[in-house]
C-alpha cells in the first residue's frame, strides 16, 4: 500500500484549486485573503513533510493518476528539489500576499477581491502543478491556467495602462505557449509518448540512431524558446517592465518571484528528464540559452540604471536576475543547474520583499513612485527601509546574503567549462552593473530631504498609510530571514538541490 505522505502533492494541488472555487463564491474580499494565506501555508507544511520523506530516504516517487497506465496515465513525479520548490513557493505566495495587503485592499475594487483570489489560488495550483508534473501536456495546460491568473492579477489594479500592459503580457504569453505547443506536438509526432519517463527513452534512442534529428532539433528549440518567452528571457523581455511595474504590490512580487520560476522549473525538467545536457549540449541549445542569459544580465541592469520609477527599475533587474538562471543552465553540467535552482530561490525571496518594501514606501510618500520623490522614506517607516536596503545588498551579491552565494556558486560552475573567462567577467560586469542603480536607489530612501519637502510629502500622505503595518512588517521580517538563511546556512540547501537534480536524472 501506498505511504499517506505519497498523497500530499497531489493533495496540495487539489487544496489550491478547492480554494479558489471557494473563493469565487465568497463575497468578503477578506474572508477570502485569509482562506488563501491559511491554506498556502498548509501547503508549505505538507511540503516539508514530503521534502523530509524524500530527502530523508533519498528517494522519488511517481503518484499515478486516473484508469491509464504508463506510458499514456497521467502522473506527478517528486522528489526533494520539488517538493523544496513547492514549500519555497508557496511560503513566498503568502509573504507576498501579507506583504502587499494595504495595497491589495485599496487598489482593487470590493467587488473583485473574491476573483482577485480565486486567481492566486489557481496560480498557485499552477505553479504546484508545473513543479510536480510528470506529464507535459499536464505542463501545458496548467501553463494556460498560469497565463490567465498572471494576467488577472496585472489587470486587477484597474487603469488604463494596466489594461494595455495586460494585453501585451497576454499577447507574448500567448506567443510562448503556442511555440510550446507546437513542439510539443511534434515530439508527440516523432515518440508517440507524453509521460516523461517514455519520452525520455524515445528521445534517447532517436539520438543514438540519428533518425529525426531536424524534427528533434525543431521540437526541442520549439519547447525550450516558448519558455524562455514566458519567463522573460532577454531579449523577449519587453512585456515585463509595464506588467510588473504598473501591477499593485502583491501582484508584482508574485508575478517576478514565482510565475517566472514555474516556467523556468519545467525547463529544468524537461531539460534534465527528458532531452538530457548532453542531447542539449549537442543540438546546441546550451549555447544559445547562455548567450541570451549573459546578454540580459548586462543589458537588463542597463535597462534598471536609466528607471526612475521604482517599480520599473526593479523589473528590468528581474530580467537581469533571470539571466543568471539561464546562465547556469546555459552552462550544460549539472553544478550550473544546481546554481540555477538556487538562485531561483534567492531571487523568490528577494524580488517579492523589495516589491513589497518599494510598495511600502511609495505609500508613506503620498504614492509616489520616482525615486526623486522617495527621498528619506525609510525614516517613515523602518521596516520597509530595512527590508528594501537587505534585498538590494543580495541583489549585489554582498557576502552573508543568499546572492553572493548564488553568484559563487554559478562562478564555480563556470570553472570547469570552457566557457570560464566569458561567464566570470560578465558575472562581475553585471555584479558592478546591479550596485550602479540599487546603490542610489538606497541612497534616495536613506537621504533625508529638505524640511519643506518632506513637510510637502506627509501633506500628500494619507494617515492610514502612515500608520504602524504589522502585516507588512511581519512579511518583511520573515523575507528577510530567508535572505539571511541563504545567505549564511546555504549547506543543507545546496543538499537538497544537489540530491534532487541526481534524482531527476535517473
Given at each position: 500500500m501506498r505511504p499517506f505522505v505519497e498523497n500530499l502533492p497531489f493533495l496540495c494541488i487539489f487544496l489550491a484549486i478547492l480554494t479558489g472555487i471557494v473563493s469565487a463564491v465568497i463575497p468578503r474580499g477578506r474572508v477570502c485573503y485569509w482562506m488563501t494565506v491559511t491554506v498556502a501555508g498548509i501547503i508549505a507544511v505538507l511540503s516539508a513533510v514530503v521534502l523530509q520523506y524524500t530527502y530523508g530516504g533519498n528517494l522519488s516517487f511517481t503518484y499515478s493518476m486516473g484508469r491509464f497506465a504508463a506510458p499514456y496515465g497521467n502522473a506527478i513525479q517528486c522528489g526533494p528539489l520539488q517538493a523544496l520548490l513547492a514549500m519555497v513557493f508557496s511560503v513566498?505566495?503568502?509573504?507576498?500576499?501579507?506583504?502587499?495587503?494595504?495595497?491589495?485592499?485599496?487598489?482593487?475594487?470590493?467587488?473583485?477581491?473574491?476573483?482577485?483570489?480565486?486567481?492566486?489560488?489557481?496560480?498557485?495550483?499552477?505553479?504546484?502543478?508545473?513543479?510536480?508534473?510528470?506529464?507535459?501536456?499536464?505542463?501545458?495546460?496548467?501553463?494556460?491556467?498560469?497565463?490567465?491568473?498572471?494576467?488577472?492579477?496585472?489587470?486587477?489594479k484597474d487603469n488604463g495602462p494596466n489594461l494595455i500592459a495586460t494585453i501585451?503580457?497576454?499577447?507574448?504569453?500567448?506567443?510562448?505557449?503556442?511555440?510550446?505547443?507546437?513542439?510539443?506536438?511534434?515530439?508527440?509526432?516523432?515518440?508517440?509518448?507524453?509521460?516523461?519517463?517514455?519520452?525520455?527513452?524515445?528521445?534517447?534512442?532517436?539520438?543514438?540512431?540519428?533518425?529525426?534529428?531536424?524534427?528533434?532539433?525543431?521540437?526541442?528549440?520549439?519547447?525550450?524558446?516558448?519558455?524562455?518567452?514566458?519567463?522573460?528571457?532577454?531579449?523577449?523581455?519587453?512585456?515585463?517592465?509595464?506588467?510588473?511595474?504598473?501591477?499593485t504590490t502583491a501582484s508584482s512580487a508574485m508575478l517576478s518571484g514565482l510565475v517566472l520560476k514555474g516556467y523556468i522549473v519545467l525547463m529544468i525538467t524537461m531539460m534534465m528528464r527528458v532531452f538530457s545536457m548532453e542531447l542539449m549540449g549537442e543540438l546546441g541549445v546550451t549555447n544559445v540559452i547562455l548567450a541570451f542569459g549573459l546578454l540580459g544580465m548586462i543589458l537588463g541592469s542597463l535597462e534598471a540604471m536609466r528607471e526612475y520609477h521604482v517599480k520599473r527599475m526593479l523589473a528590468y533587474s528581474s530580467v537581469a536576475q533571470i539571466g543568471y538562471i539561464f546562465m547556469g543552465l546555459g552552462?550544460?553540467?549539472?553544478?550550473?543547474?544546481?546554481?540555477?535552482?538556487?538562485?531561483?530561490?534567492?531571487?523568490?525571496?528577494?524580488?517579492?520583499?523589495?516589491?513589497?518594501?518599494?510598495?511600502?514606501?511609495?505609500?508613506?510618500?503620498?504614492?509616489?513612485?520616482?525615486?526623486?520623490?522617495?527621498?528619506?522614506?525609510?525614516?517613515?517607516?523602518?521596516?520597509?527601509?530595512?527590508?528594501?536596503?537587505?534585498?538590494?545588498?543580495?541583489?549585489?551579491?554582498?557576502?552573508?546574503?543568499?546572492?553572493?552565494?548564488?553568484?559563487?556558486?554559478?562562478?564555480?560552475?563556470?570553472?570547469?567549462?570552457?566557457?570560464?573567462?566569458?561567464?566570470?567577467?560578465?558575472?562581475?560586469?553585471?555584479?558592478?552593473?546591479?550596485?550602479?542603480?540599487?546603490?542610489?536607489?538606497?541612497?534616495?530612501?536613506?537621504?533625508?530631504?529638505?524640511?519643506?519637502?518632506?513637510?510637502?510629502?506627509?501633506?500628500?500622505?494619507?494617515?492610514?498609510?502612515?500608520?504602524f503595518d504589522r502585516s507588512f512588517t511581519t512579511a518583511a521580517v520573515a523575507l528577510m530571514a530567508g535572505i539571511f538563511a541563504l545567505g549564511i546556512f546555504y549547506h543543507p540547501i545546496t543538499d537538497v538541490i544537489e540530491a534532487g537534480i541526481a534524482l531527476m536524472g535517473t
Open positions: 513566498v505566495l503568502a509573504l507576498a500576499l501579507a506583504g502587499g495587503k494595504r495595497d491589495l485592499f485599496h487598489d482593487v475594487l470590493p467587488g473583485k477581491l473574491r476573483l482577485y483570489f480565486t486567481m492566486v489560488n489557481l496560480l498557485e495550483a499552477s505553479l504546484l502543478a508545473l513543479v510536480y508534473t510528470n506529464d507535459v501536456f499536464t505542463g501545458y495546460v496548467f501553463i494556460e491556467i498560469s497565463t490567465i491568473a498572471a494576467c488577472a492579477l496585472v489587470m486587477a501585451r503580457y497576454l499577447f507574448m504569453s500567448l506567443l510562448g505557449s503556442g511555440l510550446f505547443l507546437i513542439g510539443l506536438t511534434l515530439l508527440n509526432s516523432i515518440t508517440g509518448y507524453l509521460l516523461m519517463p517514455s519520452l525520455a527513452q524515445a528521445v534517447a534512442e532517436l539520438a543514438e540512431s540519428g533518425d529525426y534529428r531536424i524534427p528533434l532539433t525543431v521540437a526541442v528549440g520549439l519547447i525550450i524558446g516558448g519558455l524562455g518567452i514566458k519567463s522573460a528571457m532577454f531579449p523577449f523581455h519587453l512585456w515585463l517592465p509595464d506588467a510588473h511595474g504598473g501591477a552552462l550544460g553540467t549539472t553544478a550550473g543547474v544546481v546554481a540555477s535552482c538556487f538562485h531561483i530561490l534567492v531571487h523568490a525571496c528577494c524580488k517579492p520583499l523589495l516589491f513589497c518594501c518599494a510598495g511600502r514606501l511609495s505609500a508613506v510618500s503620498g504614492h509616489h513612485k520616482s525615486l526623486k520623490n522617495l527621498r528619506g522614506s525609510a525614516y517613515r517607516d523602518v521596516s520597509a527601509g530595512l527590508g528594501f536596503t537587505v534585498g538590494a545588498l543580495s541583489m549585489i551579491g554582498i557576502p552573508l546574503f543568499g546572492g553572493f552565494v548564488s553568484k559563487l556558486y554559478l562562478a564555480n560552475a563556470a570553472l570547469p567549462t570552457n566557457r570560464t573567462v566569458l561567464a566570470l567577467v560578465t558575472l562581475a560586469l553585471s555584479t558592478v552593473l546591479n550596485a550602479l542603480y540599487y546603490v542610489p536607489a538606497l541612497l534616495a530612501i536613506w537621504v533625508r530631504p529638505p524640511a519643506e519637502a518632506e513637510q510637502h510629502v506627509l501633506e500628500d500622505t494619507r494617515p492610514e498609510d502612515l500608520a
